[in-house]
Nanobody
Framework: VQLQASGGGLVQAGGSLRLSCAAS????????MGWYRQAPGKQRELVAR???????NYTDSAKGRFTISRDNLKKTVYLQTNSLKPEDTAVYYC??????????????WGQGTQVTVSS
């Protein structure tokens, strides 16, 4: 299972970005999908998560500004980020709970995409 994240960039405060993460490879099933972020000098933290049934949860700082969604046919998870703040600056990683066709169910991580918000 491979994950390809994209959509990061440099944006001014108040701006928006849409992150995407596409899964590929021999995949038997995909369960929860999520976005995490890691700012310099800080631990990686959960931003948003969506289950296979569509239930979502967000970190408090993302509620009302970010929206996570998924397209099961495209095996892709999205994170729409609005009203961005400088404190949102971080490398954003996608994580997928999946089962490969000939492997165990486990978590897979994308390579990360940089989001930089200028004040």
């Amino acid at each position: 299972v491979q994950l390809q994240a994209s959509g990061g960039g440099l944006v001014q405060a108040g701006g928006s970005l849409r992150l995407s993460c596409a899964a590929s490879g021999s995949i038997s099933s995909i369960n929860a999908m999520g976005w995490y972020r890691q700012a310099p000098g800080k631990q990686r933290e959960l931003v948003a998560r969506i289950t296979s049934g569509g239930s979502t949860n967000y970190t408090d700082s993302a509620k009302g500004r970010f929206t996570i969604s998924r397209d099961n046919l495209k095996k892709t998870v999205y994170l729409q980020t609005n009203s961005l703040k400088p404190e949102d600056t971080a490398v954003y990683y996608c994580k997928v709970d999946a089962r490969a066709t000939y492997g165990p169910r486990r978590d897979y991580w994308g390579q990360g995409t940089q989001v930089t918000v200028s004040s």
